[in-house]
């Protein structure tokens, strides 16, 4: 019996990458067998599923087998807690990155019940974020996964309850007939949970390009997050990296490690990282560098997998075919907050608008991080601002009960 998950699936097959990308966001190794170049998988997909071919197929290192399983489906599997203990709490923190944790952290050492509501899995971008080497305390580095967890395993060792592969849906204001008694928060899972007071700490998304084709190929060559999709690409002759800030360059040398060539392709005149990842990204051997470049378009293959990029130069307006099998793409980030619908002020960007005590324009929501308007969307920075958001916090709940 296999001691790692396996997935059975195809490139072409929706499904198979979500639910990819639901393991990969929760940080759950898995072995990824494509059955349309392995007649053995297919072959075993049909016998558990009595002839058909019902994909993804599942299978856990205990034996136990999901077939075409929902997100919620999976997350039950894997015990992933999806139901508050209580219906009500002092903060409720919308989001499990490392400014969640950290409000969580200061909040929960002054004795208040702090429920965290992650949409995906704890750690935000941090968790899948191969390494830091610029996070003060660290002199040799560390990995994003494990920092996420030692934040994690902080935040549970003062009590703080942390749902996961749940989203907030929306918030009411409760009013007592005295004025503001707290929020009602509604829950992706239909669950109604009461707070004195929301912290909005839902980060934000990586960017898409919008080019053609590649709303077709994620999952199957186009891929946001070098850590969960790296490994795929070991021995691949050509990968590409989009974007040339500090996340491009990191996500490209950490891709070094599988592809035998990486090329950071970037639409600027010059790359935006910083001095030093430039310096390791030039000299690197396995590393190359286009410049004034945008995507126009990817091209897939008869398997439905990414075969090559088509560029445009963006001084000369020529194209040309750059041949890549993998194309991992970091061009920005855009707030979560859909969610949020008009219930809070959003800047042009739709990043929360706060003033300096991360107050919102609504009573008893604070917001802090990436999600912020004005947030320097930086590790550290997200850390500081989650520790001032849990002060300020604690001056809002001080005057409610005076």
């Known amino acids: 019996m296999s001691d790692k998950l396996r997935v059975i699936g195809a490139s072409w097959c929706p499904d198979c990458k979500r639910a990819k990308t639901f393991l990969g966001q929760h940080r759950i190794e898995f072995e990824w ?17 009595d002839g058909k071919r019902i994909i993804p197929t599942i299978i856990f290192p205990d034996g136990s087998i999901l ?4 997100n919620d489906e999976l997350a039950e599997k894997l015990n992933i807690v999806r ?3 209580m219906g009500s709490y002092d903060l409720l923190i919308a989001g499990g990155g490392p400014t969640a944790l950290t409000t969580a952290i200061y909040a929960a050492r002054e004795n208040l019940k702090v429920l965290i509501v992650e949409k995906s899995a704890v750690g935000g971008q941090a968790g899948v974020t191969e390494r830091f080497d610029n996070y003060p305390g660290f002199p ?4 994003g996964a494990e920092l996420a967890g030692r934040f994690e395993l902080q935040a549970t060792k003062y009590g703080v309850e942390i ?4 989203g ?13 008694a707290g929020l009602d928060v509604t829950l992706s899972t239909g669950a109604v949970v009461q707070t004195r007071v ?4 839902t980060g934000s998304t990586y960017r898409r390009t919008g080019a053609d084709g590649e709303d077709d190929l994620i999952g199957a060559g186009i891929h946001f997050c070098a850590t969960c999709d790296g490994p795929f690409y070991k021995g691949a002759k050509e990968v590409v990296v989009l974007g040339g800030g500090n996340s491009g360059l990191e996500e490209g040398l950490f891709l070094t490690q599988f592809a035998d060539h990486v090329t950071v392709i970037e639409r600027g005149s010059e790359l935006r990282g910083s001095k030093l990842l430039q310096e390791k990204v030039y000299n690197h051997p396995k590393m190359s560098v286009k410049l004034n470049e945008a995507v126009q378009s990817f091209v897939a293959n008869d398997k439905g997998q990414l075969e090559s990029v088509v560029l445009e130069n963006l001084r000369t307006n020529e194209r040309s075919t750059h041949t890549a099998s993998g194309a991992f793409v970091f061009i920005g980030l855009d707030p979560n907050t859909d969610w949020l619908s008009g219930s809070v002020d959003l800047d042009e960007r739709k990043f929360i608008e706060t003033n300096q005590m991360f107050k919102t324009s609504a009573l008893g929501v604070f917001a802090a991080g990436d999600v ?9 920075s997200a850390v500081g601002e989650g520790a001032a958001a849990a002060i300020q916090i604690r001056y809002f709940l001080d005057k409610l009960e005076k």
């Open 140 to 143: 040799d580095g560390i990995g």
């Open 372 to 380: 912020r308007g004005g947030s320097t969307k930086q590790l550290a």
């Open 168 to 180: 907030v849906e929306s918030f009411r204001e409760i009013d007592n007939g005295e004025g503001y």
């Open 67 to 70: 077939t075409e399983p929902s």
């Open 163 to 166: 749902l996961q592969a749940v």
């Open 33 to 49: 067998i494509d059955m349309e170049t392995d007649p053995s998988a297919q072959a075993e997909v049909e016998r558990i599923n």
């Open 198 to 201: 929301m912290l909005v700490a």
């Open 83 to 85: 139901e508050a203990s």
